[in-house]
């Protein structure tokens, strides 16, 4: 059982997972915001690597990670800032970024990497899942990393139900279909969305994510699931002059 | 071997649908509806006629004389620039407003590079009454003003793409970011045979009238249905997978297919993508790509906006790895120069894009009598000022 699996083992509800750029705002910045968010009070995170062309993305981080590019961030650099990661970080760690730069450095190379510096999962939103299925769940699973199926409002039941049975740390339910950094709108049509899909009682923890970004709407997401995910607008808060002190503010509506 | 897609959207290794599950009921509601759509009669009969009465096919296979001596060779030229909005992409676009139409969808968007399938598109979207909205990067806004005023005039928002290289590239990038924002009621006619299956399928079936006409074409004028050459100029490669089509799998005919080398396939400005790049996912599909060891994509660059794009459709890639086609590059430089020579030769100014097929003619060695068809996808009206600035003019 990786530290993911874990975390939903013990904790049911009020889960707050954080997402950040890899390399942003300066390049030696991804360890010192893993350290501080645990010590904020996140249960996990999920640390981007940039991609120059990240469809799935609003302007946020799309602007993060062309700006971490810029700082000279690649997935060998990551994998390098992590290699201490476990000395000082705890708390479960994703990975999520396109299939472009994954299939480049080899599929088989980064679930390797992954599990050597602790990493307990990864998103790749462009990956398709028969893809995924079919050539690498057995390479994933081998190494211990929990790959993370995005779900939205227009799904389908089949297509959640084979999510469900290929998950084994949670499933991500976007608030709604749109990219990153909008607005959640807790209407009528997303609580009849997210009650739909509690009621499909799936094997997987249920995470919201797309639209979190404070304290109000991470309360909304809470009661139909098991927590929520925030991105850009914690990425948006990011102080470039004093990152760890950027963090302690942002999380304190949340703990 | 075949060379056409495969019922999971591959051409050998190469197509897919690499897209966030936001894209997925869009992309596979298209998948599942396209053929049927398409075959069906009504579509079929709607379709031709639109292509003869609005757009003005067949459009003509024209005996290049002084071209043909020049080069010792038989030089047909596909007039695709004679097309009602002055290139290929009005074939597409037809078909795609259709298939919309027939999906219920109430809104279109599209990206372009040099203007020509924003303004195909803007076109279509006028015939039907359908509201559009054409993403252009930023730079490709400046370099083509006339295609700019003219999408305006149809009635199209024209919304520059800010990113990165601020051409192509990254209008696909902003349309695609809009189609996730806006998944019920859009359709997105993506303009090149790339994107996630089934676009580059659906693309080259509605641009394949290109070589269903020229063979029909060849045995009038001939008496012979398959010439030597089949050439066209490749961004994406929508001219040339509607070139090639009915010949692909003749193996008689010889597919050459001409890239944009920029200021040369090693000065760091190029766009010659099977030369530089390598397997990887761009856009939806598992195709060839320009790109960093880390798996970035590199930033191409061509004289013409639409042969400026760092990727080509799975299906050229399908047809370089095997090798059934022959992919060169044609520089800047040497693309301007044989856009005046047809000009002065033969009274056509071709749009820079076209003239890279034409190029390449220069390193052609033809036997006595042999035929060329060269793709002339577009005409020059929206280059006149690179080619003023060029040649003093």
Redesign the interface.
């Known amino acids: 059982m990786n530290r993911l699996q874990q975390l939903f083992k013990n904790k049911k509800k009020d889960i707050l997972s954080i997402y950040y750029t890899a390399g942003y705002p300066n390049l030696n910045d991804t360890l010192k915001i893993a350290e501080a968010l645990e010590a904020s009070g996140a249960d996990f995170m999920e640390i981007g690597f940039p991609?120059?062309?990240?469809?799935?993305d609003?302007e946020v981080i799309?602007r993060s990670s062309?700006q971490a590019?810029d700082n000279g961030m690649?997935?060998?650099i990551l994998f390098d800032q992590l290699k201490d990661l476990r000395k000082t970080v705890s708390i479960p760690i994703l990975l999520m970024g396109?299939?472009?730069?994954?299939?480049?450095?080899g599929v088989a190379n980064f679930c390797k990497k992954c599990q050597e510096v602790g990493v307990d999962g990864c998103i790749i939103?462009?990956?398709?899942m028969?893809?995924y299925e079919e050539m690498y769940h057995t390479c994933f699973e081998e190494h211990g990393i929990s790959n993370i199926?995005?779900?939205?409002p227009?799904?389908?039941e089949e297509?959640i139900r084979k999510i469900d049975g290929l998950s084994n740390a949670f499933i991500y339910l976007?608030s709604s279909?749109?990219?990153t950094g909008?607005n959640l709108d807790v209407s009528t049509s997303a609580r009849d969305y997210f009650a739909r899909i509690q009621a499909m009682n799936l094997n997987n923890p249920l995470m919201i994510g797309f639209g979190i970004s404070d304290k109000k709407t991470f309360d909304s997401a809470n009661e139909y699931a098991s927590g929520a995910i925030i991105g850009s607008a914690f990425v948006k808060s990011l102080n470039e002059n004093d990152v760890e002190e950027s963090v302690k503010t942002f999380m304190k509506q949340f703990r | 071997m075949s060379y056409f897609v495969n019922e999971r959207g591959y051409y050998g290794d190469f197509g897919g649908a690499y897209i966030p599950e936001m894209l997925y009921p869009n992309v596979e509601e298209l998948r599942q509806q396209y053929l049927g759509i398409i075959n069906e009669p009504s579509f079929q009969e709607e379709f031709k006629a639109l292509l003869k009465d609005y757009v003005g096919r067949p459009s003509p296979l024209y005996l290049a004389k002084r071209l043909s001596e020049k080069y010792g060779a038989n030089i047909f030229l596909k007039r695709e620039d004679l097309n009602h909005t002055g290139a290929h992409k009005i074939n597409n676009t037809i078909g795609q407003i259709l298939l919309a139409e027939r999906l219920g969808k109430k809104r279109i968007i599209a990206e372009t590079g040099a203007g020509q399938h924003g303004v195909a598109t803007a076109t279509v979207c006028a015939l039907r009454g359908l509201e559009c909205v054409v993403y252009m990067g930023e730079i490709d806004i400046k370099r083509q003003a006339p295609n700019v005023a003219r999408m305006k005039m149809l009635g199209a928002k024209v919304v520059p793409a800010t990113s990165g290289s601020k051409t192509l590239k990254d209008a696909t990038n902003e349309a695609m970011r809009d189609w996730i924002n806006n998944p019920v009621d859009t359709h997105y006619i993506i303009g090149s045979v790339v994107g996630p299956h089934p676009y580059p399928d659906m693309v080259s079936i509605f641009q394949s009238v290109i070589s269903e006409e020229t063979k029909k074409q060849l045995i009038e004028q001939t008496g012979k249905d398959q010439p030597d050459y089949v050439m066209a100029c490749v961004g994406g490669g929508s001219n040339a997978a509607g070139m090639f089509y009915h010949f692909i799998d003749d193996q008689n005919v010889k597919l050459i297919a001409v890239e944009a080398a920029g200021k040369g396939v090693a000065s760091g400005l190029s766009a010659a993508t099977t030369y530089l790049g390598k397997e990887g996912v761009l856009h939806g599909s598992r195709s060839i790509l320009m790109q960093t060891s880390d798996g970035q994509v590199v930033e191409p660059h061509s004289v013409s906006a639409g042969l400026d794009y760092p990727g080509i459709g799975p299906q050229h890639a399908h047809l370089f790895k095997t090798g059934r086609g022959k992919y060169v590059s044609i520089t800047d430089d040497e693309s301007l120069d044989a856009g005046l020579l047809l000009t002065q030769l033969e009274g056509i100014i071709p749009a820079i894009e076209s003239a890279h097929a034409l190029a390449y003619l220069e390193y052609m060695e033809f036997k006595e009598g042999e035929n060329v068809v060269v793709c002339l996808s577009g005409r020059g009206d929206k280059d006149m000022e690179t080619y003023m600035k060029h040649f003093n003019l």
Do not use: H
């Open positions: 991609y120059s062309d990240p469809v799935a609003g799309q062309k590019l690649t997935l060998e396109y299939v472009n730069v994954v299939l480049q450095y939103p462009d990956l398709p028969y893809e199926f995005l779900v939205t227009q799904t389908s297509r976007l279909a749109a990219t909008k």
